[in-house]
């Protein structure tokens, strides 16, 4: 069974910076698009940003736009979210997901706050 677990999260003051990771395994990472997603406190789920096999092609919410860069390592199975200038609004727990499978990971929590 395939298994995805993020880290990196942590509390982090409004302008910093974090480095989300995602390690995947037990499925052949390189062949599969990726994603990251976030979930505030009693908000639904929202897509942050998308990855192609590749890394080629990437794709962000507006919210993201700027600010977060997502990128992989085929060679390390691992995909990241470079969080740049963060909002009190980022708070949330941010997922990796697989959209072939449709499986998600733990989750890691990040908290912009002063």
């Known amino acids: 069974q395939m298994q995805l677990v993020e880290s990196g999260g942590g509390l982090v003051q409004p302008g910093g910076s974090l480095r989300l990771s995602c390690a995947a395994s037990k499925f052949t990472f390189s062949t599969y698009a990726m994603r990251w997603y976030r979930q505030a406190p009693g908000k639904e789920r929202e897509l942050v940003a998308s990855i192609s096999t590749t890394g080629e092609t990437t794709n962000y919410a507006d919210s993201a736009k700027g600010r977060f860069t997502i990128s992989r390592d085929n060679a390390r199975n691992t995909v990241y979210l470079q969080m740049n200038a963060l909002k009190p609004e980022d708070t949330a727990v941010y997922y990796c997901?697989?959209?072939?499978?449709?499986?998600w990971g733990q989750g890691t929590q990040v908290t912009v706050s002063s």
């Open positions: 997901y697989v959209p072939t499978f449709g499986s």
